[in-house]
């Protein structure tokens, strides 16, 4: 029963964090209205959340190897109900926006930690498994998110959005606190606070950097961001190179198959970066559905995603899980070009069978890369490890959406499709590089 429940705060854990991603972009428009603020201005109301958990994953994670997995993922529930509480109660922009930055530290606090309580849950040959669940948690919510806000907007005002959070968060951080299992200190080192801000700078004046380039007024403006984001990496590099147990995990990425796992993760997010902001435009555009129909012929892939997930980590505990991620993303990348490819007159069943074999392929490849990157770093690590998981899945979303906007700016009538066939390619290089695991050492 214990392990039910320390199960299901992790569930909710990622639930919220979650939903806090997909649900807040649809209600956008009304809180714009709401606040008498422009398009251009609400968009800071989900780039704060995302910048923030960006910059705090890491920082996190190692934090939790000093101090214990279970404190911080306690502390990030807590901040993260906090600050619903916060968001819920605000009526202008720059609280909000406040409000919602500190939520995206408690969602770090919850995400740079879940798969190492995972891992102190469940045996290694049960990882799979385990992974699997949580990916199928990750699919249903972020799929369910756009359906949720429009109930809630349907019933009461925006606000609520962020105040349904308060008591399922308290109810996780209760179970959490009683049931999930306490780590000592992984490591003896002590937190370095200097390093800490230099990679919170990196980091988020990296993705920031990535961001602004695909719509910067100045064809170098988004450089200054990315030269800043590069000197910090190579201070934080210089000053912890005596380091075992470094902020910024390059003894990690030393690990040829954690490093690979790592990679493959980025290029499969930048696919699905370029898809989730391509497909939609060109069903609007090019294939004239409405607002609705959209979000409707989405459905298959979140939907498939959500059912294979599961299987998919039952049988990487049972098969090479290279192959398993190989065969996915090539199965992705045969969806992608089929949804390129798109003539004007498509039914509604010729381009919902096409996402359906997309959510198919990811699914396919989410629980098993999962478990890979779980596995492949020593136990002391394994809070880093951890972090590094939904660090690389935002990198990856973030070069995709840049990617895809880039594409946009330059061909605004074929960049939709240039930039798929972009995703055809990012998901052939994942391919490629699961491959190369293929033989080497993955469990520590």
């Not at 990196?202 to 950097?209: E, H, I, K, N, R």
């Not at 380091?243 to 954690?258: K, S, T």
């Amino acid at each position: 029963m214990r392990k039910i429940l320390a199960i299901s705060t992790l569930i909710i854990g990622s639930a919220l964090a979650t939903l806090d991603i997909s649900a807040v972009n649809i209600a956008l428009p009304t809180i714009s209205q709401h606040l008498n603020i422009t398009a251009e201005q609400s968009i800071w109301i989900t780039s704060s959340y995302q910048l923030a958990m960006v910059a705090m994953l890491l920082p996190l994670s190692a934090l939790g190897d000093r101090i214990g997995h279970k404190n911080i993922y306690l502390i990030g529930l807590l901040l993260f109900v906090f600050a619903s509480l916060l968001s819920g109660l605000s009526n202008s922009i720059l609280t909000l926006a406040l409000a919602r930055f500190v939520q995206g530290v408690g969602a770090a606090g919850i995400l740079s930690v879940s798969t190492a309580l995972f891992r102190m849950i469940f045996s290694a040959e049960q990882m799979g498994r385990a992974q699997g669940l949580n990916a199928f948690t990750v699919a249903v919510f972020f799929s369910i998110g756009p359906v949720l806000t429009s109930l809630i907007l349907l019933i009461a005002d925006w606000h609520w959005l962020f105040l349904i959070n308060i008591p399922f968060g308290l109810l996780a951080a209760s179970m959490a606190y009683f049931c999930l299992p306490y780590n000592d200190a992984m490591t003896i080192n002590s937190f370095n606070y200097t390093n800490a801000l230099l990679l919170i700078i990196m980091l988020m004046s990296g993705v920031y950097g990535i961001t602004e380039f695909s719509h910067a007024t100045s064809g170098l403006k988004f450089l200054n961001y990315i030269v800043i984001s590069l000197l910090c990496l190579v201070i934080l590099i210089w000053r912890e190179r005596l380091d075992l147990n470094p902020l910024f995990p390059v003894d990690l990425l030393r690990i040829p198959y954690f490093c690979i796992s790592v990679i493959t993760s980025i290029f499969s997010y930048i696919a699905q970066g370029i898809a989730f902001i391509a497909i939609p435009f060109l069903l609007h555009e090019y294939l004239g559905r409405t607002v609705i129909e959209i979000g409707l012929l989405f459905t298959p892939w979140p939907v498939m995603n959500a059912m294979i997930a599961p299987l998919a980590g039952y049988f990487a505990d049972k098969m090479s899980v290279s192959l398993l991620c190989c065969v996915g993303l090539i199965i992705l990348a045969l969806g992608l070009g089929e949804i390129a490819q798109l003539e004007s007159d498509a039914t509604n069943w010729n381009v919902g069978w096409k996402l359906a074999i997309c959510g198919f392929g990811f699914g396919l490849f989410q629980s098993p890369n999962l478990k890979a990157l779980s596995l492949s770093a020593p136990l002391s690590r394994m809070g880093s490890a951890s972090g590094m998981i939904p660090t690389a899945r935002l990198l990856g979303l973030a070069l995709g959406s840049a990617l895809i906007a880039t594409c946009l700016g330059f061909d605004p009538r074929h960049g939709v499709t240039i930039g798929l066939w972009f995703g055809v390619v990012f998901a052939v290089l994942g391919a490629v590089m699961s491959a190369l695991r293929l033989g080497l050492r993955n469990y520590f």
